[in-house]
Each structure stands twice: as C-alpha cells, then as structure tokens.
C-alpha cells in the first residue's frame, strides 16, 4: 500500500529536473513510476513538448506489479500519443480518455538475437521460456501425445521442479538469452510460441524474435501474427493440441515444407525491426 505514495515523493522531487530538460518528445515506458499530475504539471512548464506513452501491456484491465497500476490507467488522457501493442486495445484506450492511440507492434532486434545462418537441426521442437501453470498446461498436453515420442524436444527456461514429467524429462533446467538464444532458436526445426492470457489473440516479443534469430514459430493462431506472418508461408499456427501435435508433425517430417517456411519467416521479419517501428513513430509525430 505504501508504492503509490513513495512514487508521488519520487516525483515531487524529480519534477523540477524533469523541467529543466529541453526536448521535443518524452518517451514514457508504461510510466509506472510517475501518476497523473507529473505530465499535467510537466506539460504547462513545457506545452510544446509531447509526451508518448508505450505500454505494452494491457493498460485497462490486466493489474499487476509488473504490468499496470490503477495510475497507469489514470494517466492515459495525459499524453500527447499513445502505443499500443494489441489492436483490440486500441478502442479501450481511447474510451479512456487517449487524445491519439497508435499501434505499434512488437519487433526485432538483429543486435540483440541475431540471425544465423542456416544449418543443421539439434533438436525437433524447442521451446524457450520459465515456466507457470498456462505454459506447462499447453506443453504437457502436447507432449502426451504418441506422435511426440520420437521428436528430439528441448524445454528450456527457470521451471518448479514438480512439473508434469512430460515436460519434465525434456528440461534443460536452465536459461538462455540473446545470441545463445537465437543459436537454439535456428537450429531446432520448430520453435514452439505459447500465447500467454493477455497475449491471446495478439501477438507476443517471441513472434518476431523466432524468425528473427532463423527459426520457425508455432504458435495459438491470431489474426495479428497471420497478417505478417502467415500460415503456410511463414509460421504454423494450431487452436489446439491435438491441432499443434498435427501441424509441427507434417513440418518436422517433410523437409521442403520446413526449409519453405523457414525461408518465408526469414524475408518477412526483415521489415519488422525496432528501427522500423522507431521511424513509423516518428512519421506519426
């Protein structure tokens, strides 16, 4: 109860050196660290600069340490432009007051996973991620399944170490990022996405870190990943086990169907870098 009154002393104290910065723009990451009145004191010092907010989370109804406070949702009608990740929370946020909503989906980041070359495959299907009750859910249920008996699986991430033995017995029991990552990623045949709640029927960061890095995404289907990367051109999309079971299965055992896809998920995710993302940004500004 104490987090809302330690973020207004912070901002007391920070708000006159806030001031003293000149700039035409002000990028706010979720502002969950500022409430309301710091922007609306901000902009009559500084009227001409604008203030853009990027939440990528759902800034309405999905409340969390980590993802939103109420003030975050209080603070929307403050700012000049605000982004977006998801379409479907476009018209929620100007319901709450937005002066401008901007889509602005997730991307790539070739210096942070970058591409690799193509070559031969360790594993089947990979998939890099911790662990929570939704993931193992969707994994466990996949891996029951006696057509996954013969795939080389990899699970890797921070997971309990009471989980179904299913996924069990395919942990690595460690973490991999950046370039390690991307390694992994082009070297399994099919790298499983799992939507998590608030991603369902959007898209998440893996979307285009997968084909980023030169790996194949398999993931729940949704509109928003099928406009850039399309099913049967550049990803494998399923609605249920059984479904993802059937879909990596045909990709795993027919190598020109995989090196198609591959390939197609290779030249589509070129365009959709964080470079790109900042320039639309600042067309619209």
Not at 74 to 80: R, S
Not at 196 to 218: D, I, K, V, W, Y
Request: glycine share 6%.
């Amino acid at each position: 109860m104490l987090e809302r009154p330690i973020i207004e002393l912070f901002n007391r104290f920070w708000l006159p050196k806030l001031i003293e910065v000149e700039a035409d723009v002000i990028w706010i990451g979720k502002g969950a660290w500022s409430v309301p009145w710091l922007w609306q004191a901000y902009k009559r010092a500084r009227p001409k600069t604008q203030l853009v907010c990027y939440n990528a989370d759902d800034p309405i109804t999905s409340y969390s340490r980590g993802g939103n406070r109420p003030w975050v949702t209080q603070a929307i009608p403050c700012f000049d432009l605000f982004c977006t990740y998801n379409e479907s929370l476009v018209e929620p946020i100007c319901a709450a007051g937005a002066k401008r909503v901007s889509r602005l989906p997730f991307a790539w980041d070739p210096a942070i996973h970058p591409m690799q070359p193509e070559a031969g495959f360790d594993h089947d299907l990979v998939f890099v991620g911790n662990g929570d009750a939704y993931r193992e859910k969707w994994l466990s249920e996949i891996l029951r399944y006696p057509a996954t008996r013969n795939w080389r699986v990899a699970v890797f991430g921070h997971w309990s170490k009471g989980i179904d033995p299913a996924v069990a017995e395919r942990l690595q029991r460690r973490q991999i990022v950046g370039s390690e990552m991307a390694k992994v990623l082009a070297r399994s045949k099919v790298a499983l996405n799992i939507l998590r709640r608030q991603n369902e029927g959007s898209h998440n960061m893996r979307t285009f870190e997968t084909p980023g890095c030169g790996g194949l995404a398999a993931s729940q289907y949704s509109e928003e990943q099928n406009v850039i990367f399309p099913g049967g051109e550049a990803a494998i999309y399923f609605n249920t086990p059984e479904e993802a079971v059937s879909q990596i299965g045909e990709v795993i055992e027919n190598p020109s169907l995989l090196t198609h896809l591959r390939r197609g998920a290779r030249d589509r995710v070129l365009a959709e870098t964080y470079a790109a993302r900042a320039l639309s940004l600042l067309e619209q500004l």
